[in-house]
């Protein structure tokens, strides 16, 4: 499985950027997808999470209102609509996809696969 992931780039404090993320290479199945990222110095973190339906969202305290996940089945790929962007947001933003683990995880262990990243700065 190769997750792409795109759409990252140079932003004004308040604007707004749309990741994308393609999974391709995966035979079947459901699997749920996923954003992290991760600021320069700083751990990894969870950012949002929608399954297989799409019926079920969950997000990190510090981006909801303003971040939105979605997804195509159809075309294996994820969205992250960012809005109301701030300094802090900056970090390099990782797809996942999960096949296991509990429904709802934010966990990055029960992410099975990872697309390589895209940079997202936001100037103040």
């Known amino acids: 499985v190769q997750l792409q992931a795109s759409g990252g780039g140079l932003v004004q404090a308040g604007g707004s950027l749309r990741l994308s993320c393609v999974a391709s290479?995966?035979?079947?199945?459901?699997?749920?997808m996923g954003w992290f990222r991760q600021a320069p110095g700083k751990e990894r973190e969870f950012v949002a999470r929608?399954?297989?339906?799409?019926?079920?969202?969950y997000y990190a305290d510090s981006v909801k209102g303003r971040f939105t996940i979605s997804r195509n089945g159809g075309e294996n790929t994820a969205y992250l609509q960012m809005n109301s962007l701030k300094p802090e947001d900056t970090a390099v933003y990782h797809c996942?996809?999960?096949?296991?683990?509990?429904?709802?995880?934010?966990?990055?262990?029960?992410?099975?696969?990872w697309g390589q990243g895209t940079l997202v700065t936001v100037s103040s």
């Open positions: 929608i399954s297989w339906s799409g019926d079920n969202r």
């Open positions: 290479g995966r035979g079947g199945g459901t699997y749920a």
């Open positions: 996942a996809l999960s096949t296991h683990g509990p429904p709802g995880s934010t966990k990055e262990v029960n992410f099975d696969y």
